[in-house]
């Protein structure tokens, strides 16, 4: 398994490891740059607070 590195998508910090040319990105960071609620993403319901 590769190391993770961090690439800097507007100024976010994206995790993933693999090589850059074949990347696989760290699902949590994906959904939080693009607003995603990663609850909704995983399993269809929100978090219970």
């Not at 074949?22 to 993403?41: F, H, M, Q, R, Y």
């Amino acid at each position: 398994m590769s190391n993770l590195s961090v690439f800097v998508f507007e100024s976010q910090e994206v995790r993933f490891v693999g090589t850059p040319d074949k990347p696989e990105w760290i699902a949590n960071d994906v959904c939080i740059i693009l607003d995603i609620d990663t609850s909704i993403a995983v399993n269809g319901r929100k978090r219970r607070r």
